[in-house]
């Protein structure tokens, strides 16, 4: 009778453990982190309202990974054109990381440091001067477009901005040698008028190091699956006055069939739109910073 007693005692114990060990299986595991990853096609890939792409479509893809802790993480590979950066081999890459607080439906904050690469891009031999009694170069320089930031984020609500302070040398290779000689040489060249180039050089060889920018975005949902989008921004150039820019987009975004397609207009309002002259190889120029239509297509994972 005893070992009888046992045996069913144990099995007992054993059954009623059954439930709660399948209860601690099936508790859900809350994970300490996100992951977001979306590729995107576009009809133009701009940047600050003046296109990378040379007015013609560009394709990124964007990973972002965010910690419980507030840490986070940022990549992201897109396409440009040689027309505007030179050399390249057709790819900007873009990380960053850093630190963000506060509350989700409050004030929040963040931190952080970013940096651009555009592998291959680059302008060699440019002139930093002229002697104008000669047309002969007074010193060259080689240019990355390479750049890094100091990055500060702010939001409430449906409202996110981010100031960014250009560490970095230049920005986006924005300097003497890159400005005056793709802006203002090509007339002079041409037998043109050579004042603006005259006045560019004037004052010697400079960066853009220590420029300001300012973006602020709104996201606005309509409906569970539509919202609109807007954003501003502002560039103040360092050492360029006619560099400096207000560039604006305003669209929206629907999300349909796990795919999110949308219509925005954006463009750039630069002080000299002399500078988003651009260029191509046979000669032939466009203005990247006109106002158009963009058609893009993402899906995210």
């Known amino acids: 009778m005893s070992t ?54 560009g394709a990124q893809l964007t990973i972002e990974a965010v910690h419980e802790t507030g840490l986070l993480g940022y990549l992201q590979l897109g396409t440009v054109r040689k027309e505007i950066f030179p050399d390249t081999n057709g790819l900007q890459v873009t990380g960053a990381f850093g630190y963000r607080w506060g509350k989700p439906d409050g004030w929040h904050y ?41 990055v500060f984020e702010f939001a409430y609500g449906i409202v996110e901005a981010r100031y960014l302070y250009v560490l970095s040398q230049d920005l986006r290779g924005n300097n003497t040698a890159t400005i005056c000689g793709s802006t203002y040489m090509p007339a002079v060249l041409a037998g043109g008028d050579p004042g603006k ?36 921004g502002f560039q103040k150039l360092h050492n360029f006055r006619d560099g400096d820019l207000v560039d604006y ?24 739109r002399e500078l988003a002259v651009v260029l191509d190889s046979a000669g032939n120029s466009k203005k990247v910073d006109r106002a158009t239509i963009i058609l893009s297509l993402a899906k995210r994972f």
């Open 110 to 150: 963040g931190v952080g440091l970013a940096q651009e690469w555009f592998p291959g891009a680059k302008v060699n031999d440019a002139p930093t001067g002229i002697d104008w009694t000669t047309g002969a170069p007074t010193g060259v320089t080689n240019t990355r477009f390479d750049t890094t930031y100091a």
């Open 4 to 57: 009888l007693f046992v045996r069913a005692f144990g099995l007992a114990v054993f059954a009623s453990t059954i439930p709660a060990t399948q209860a601690r299986a099936e508790e859900p595991v809350v994970q300490s982190y996100s992951l977001d990853i979306e590729a995107k096609v576009l009809t133009d890939r701009k940047n600050r309202g003046v296109s990378d792409t040379y007015n013609r479509p």
């Open 197 to 232: 180039a005259i006045a560019c050089y004037d004052g010697g060889f400079k960066h853009s190091g220590g420029s300001h920018l300012l973006d602020i975005d709104v996201k606005h949902p309509l409906t569970g699956q539509t919202k609109l989008v807007g954003h501003l």
């Open 249 to 272: 987009r305003a669209g929206v975004v629907h999300a349909r069939w796990g795919l999110d397609f949308g219509a925005e207009l954006a463009g750039a309002f630069l002080r000299n």
